[in-house]
């Protein structure tokens, strides 16, 4: 049976809610009916516009995810949380063949793969002590094709969506669903720092998807029409060998 869950009146949080994606899934969560959104963000007077729109449904929550630390610390401030959306990463623009690809990669993994992870370990426990709930990961369609241009970004996003196969099938026995999201170019700062801003969608189909793939028990997500496009090719072979739990001979 799929693990599912319904955001009405639940509380979730959301990393990086302050803009692009982050902020319009904080503010769809609450519009649907979430009770309130812990913002889990490294600056919290950039909560200002969320604040001053929701009121106290909206909480700030200092929140590095280069630091363990911070992470731990709202773990046991959320410690009512029923989901967990982690939104927030980076992207770096460095030519794969050039000197400083390495360090992106670096920076890039630190954030969009060890933060993850870090917020899987302080999270996991505070969601099954809550009945379950569920975790969300924004991966990209860059975890399941490379692009050249965004080559160390990409290869992060395949690490993180493999963690997030590798978490979906650790807390399915406390209860905990998992959904890894892929989106194609949204509009964001990062798609206007990818060169992608022209054929851009807007946030709300990101956040709209997560709803719907919560309540539906989806564990892939393919919010726009490019990641439409490359979910449409890639999903009998996620269905056919991720989704399933294979036995070894």
């Known amino acids: ?14 990393t990086g809610a302050n803009r692009g994606i982050g902020k319009t899934i904080t503010a ?16 919290v007077d950039t909560l200002k516009p969320l604040l001053e729109q929701y009121g106290d449904r909206v909480i700030p929550l200092e929140v590095d995810l280069q630091d363990n630390a911070s992470i731990q610390a709202a773990a046991k401030r959320a410690s009512d949380v029923d989901i967990v959306i982690n939104n927030a990463g ?5 030519p794969l063949l050039s000197e400083g690809s390495i360090d992106s990669l670096k920076y890039e993994q630190d954030i969009n793969v060890y933060g993850l992870i870090r917020i899987a370990i302080a999270f996991a426990p505070v969601l099954k002590s809550n009945g379950g709930g569920a975790i969300v990961q924004l991966n990209s369609v860059a975890s399941i094709k490379s692009f050249e241009e ?12 493999s963690i997030t196969q590798a978490l979906r099938a650790l807390l ?10 892929h989106p194609g170019p949204i509009v964001s700062d990062m798609s206007i720092t990818a060169g992608m801003d022209d054929i851009a969608e807007p946030p709300t189909v ?3 998807a997560i709803i719907e793939a919560l309540q539906s028990g989806t564990f892939h997500v393919y919010p726009d029409a490019v990641a439409k496009q490359l979910g449409s090719a890639y999903q009998s072979y996620a ?8 036995v070894e001979a």
């Open 1 to 14: 049976m799929k693990n599912t869950t319904n955001i009405e009146n639940k509380t979730i949080l959301v």
């Open 90 to 94: 980076v992207l770096q623009t460095t």
């Open 239 to 246: 269905e056919a060998i991720i989704e399933p739990k294979l």
């Open 28 to 43: 769809t969560l609450l519009d649907r009916g979430a009770s309130r959104v812990y913002a889990a963000v490294r600056r």
């Open 206 to 208: 990101v956040a709209d």
């Open 172 to 181: 399915e026995d406390q209860g905990t669903q998992v959904v890894s999201v």
């Open 150 to 161: 965004l080559a160390t970004y990409s290869a992060s996003k395949a690490a993180s969506y």
